[in-house]
């Protein structure tokens, strides 16, 4: 039995006396990527806040199994720091040496893409590197369970793609299980197992979309999600 990871049960949070989430209810089990798509505004981020404990809900039930990761869309990288002292940061934040916490490390740099780029600095890498970067130093924080919110806004729409492929590629090789909200809907139905479509505030969960079968992710079945997608959001 698949081992579920997030489980929100009619969630319901205010601001105000202006209701923002009315009764959203989220599943992901382990190993999975789902996506949360939605007008901006409209309590995806609030989502985030109430499974990292940021915020409390007004009402519904929260249980995470295991432990959490945020990503944020600004890689928020260090300039006065090289990438391997960077990402290496979570282990010294615990207690680890510098030589250890780098030792640690050393061995992702091939697996994120980043071999011979340990010594540089932020300002003398792409927006793709950083944010690989950014993504290792999430995933050494924590890769039982990642948020990844809006992890490749900032980035040229090339850039978009390759690296939306270089995580296709990563999570064949690191256990992970994400959830990721972005407002790209090719992004989303290219990245994801699940989308969940979100409405404008107060938020409701408007569908469940399941990309599992791999038989309907051909080109003709994703051009009339995408279309259901926007219907639904128009």
Known sequence: MEKVKIKLEDIEKSFDGNKILDRISLSLKEGEFIS????????????????????DADSGNVDVNGKL????????????????????????????????????????FGVFGLSGYEMRFPDELSGGMKQRANFMRTFITSHDIMLLDEPFGSLDSITRYSMQEWLINLRKKIPTSIVMITHDIDEALNLSDKIYVFSDKPAKVLEIIDLTDEGKRNEENMIHIKKDILDLLA
Do not use: C, W
């Open 36 to 55: 949360i798509v939605g007008p901006s505004g409209s309590g995806k981020s609030t989502v985030f806040n109430i499974i990292s404990r940021l915020i």
């Open 69 to 108: 990761s945020y990503m944020y869309q600004n890689d928020l990288l260090l300039p006065h720091k090289n990438i391997i002292d960077n990402v290496s940061l979570p282990y010294v934040l615990k207690g680890e040496s510098k030589k250890i916490a780098r030792d640690k490390v050393k061995e992702l």
